[in-house]
């Protein structure tokens, strides 16, 4: 690694002993090697700032330990912008510390960052990872999820704003960011603690900057019932949580001027399905059902005329 390396990788974490450590051994195997490891600790309690120190005493060139004073507790956001603020990289890559990334994808991702300057972010696909329990049942349940964005071309701004409101469980995830832009956008807000953060994040950042969507996958999101994604919507605090996290970006467009016709029309879209959940659920049964009928229909409509053609071919 050089003195001050092309790419510093924040992993944040908060009581994530179990997976930390294959976190951190997944960014050692990266092809790509000009890298800093920054381990940014949100108040751990159950020893996974145990696993954290011991690679930064191990590997002191490489590896960082940072919390917040006294090791408080000031949730996600502000934890991030700990790892940003402290970062010396050109790029922060971003790695969740319950996933893992595949050796390839900081490679890749640096490469394309170089062909494309004007690009503040570099994301792709990502894998929903079940096979990691080990279970025969889970093996089959992995897939690589649908882009939000066709894929190997630059988006402008805000062309991605919309659809990652609109496409709210398919956010991007393991992105390589240009600090400077990160920085220049006011990076994370802190009131955000546990939800949303990265939507925040984004959007700021897409309002603002090019993308580009890269067609290689290299990011593994473990799916466990611990994760924070996972507590918080079974806890029925999705929607009040949304409905914050809409609220707020409304403010933010209007502060910053933004007055593109489908950010907003997304936004208040958005927004009334926050308030009115009851009639989205109804809405949204009538129209699978109807799908489903729409698609019986169809077969049936096909295997007619397969059999009306066979019968009209028989001399």
């Known amino acids: ?34 890298w800093e490891l920054l381990l940014v600790d949100d108040g751990s309690t159950d020893g996974s700032d145990e696993v954290a120190r011991r ?18 507790n000031r949730g996600i956001s502000a934890t991030r912008n700990l790892g940003i603020s402290s970062a010396r990289g050109r790029y922060i890559a971003s790695l969740d510390s319950d996933d893992v990334w595949l050796p390839q994808l900081l490679e890749r991702q640096v490469e394309f960052a170089g062909a494309h300057p004007g690009a503040a972010m570099i994301y792709g696909p990502v894998q929903r990872w079940y096979s990691w329990t ?6 089959a349940r992995d897939f690589v999820a ?22 709210q469980y398919a956010v991007p995830l393991g992105f390589l960011i240009d600090r400077e832009a990160a920085q220049a956008v006011g990076a994370y807000e802190d009131e955000f603690r546990g939800m949303n953060d990265d ?27 611990n994760s924070i994604v ?34 907003w029309k997304a936004v ?27 698609r019986r229909f169809k077969r049936m409509w096909s295997e007619s005329a397969m059999n009306n053609s066979w019968k009209d071919g028989v001399p």
């Open 1 to 34: 690694m050089s003195e001050k390396p092309l790419v510093s990788v924040v992993i944040v974490f908060q009581n994530t002993r179990d997976f930390i450590d294959e976190a951190i051994i997944s960014v050692f195997r990266q092809t790509f090697t000009d």
């Open 55 to 72: 690679y930064a005493v191990e590997y002191p060139d490489r590896v960082r330990y940072l919390h917040h004073a006294g090791r408080e």
């Open 134 to 139: 080990g279970k025969p049942e889970d093996n």
């Open 146 to 167: 649908k882009p939000l964005h066709e894929y190997d071309v630059l988006v402008d701004p805000p062309a991605l704003v919309p659809i990652i409101l609109q496409r």
């Open 199 to 225: 939507q925040v994040f984004l959007c700021k950042l897409c309002l603002r900057y090019p993308v580009f969507i890269m067609s290689d996958w290299g990011y593994r999101y473990r799916r466990h019932p």
């Open 230 to 263: 996972w507590v918080t919507n079974s806890g029925g605090e999705r929607l009040a949580n949304r409905a914050v996290f809409l609220e707020w970006l409304t403010a933010y467009l209007k502060e910053q001027k933004i007055e593109d016709p489908q950010v």
């Open 268 to 294: 208040r879209s958005e927004l009334w399905k926050c308030r009115y959940p009851r009639f989205v659920e109804q809405r949204e049964r009538i129209e699978y059902w109807g799908n489903r009928v729409r």
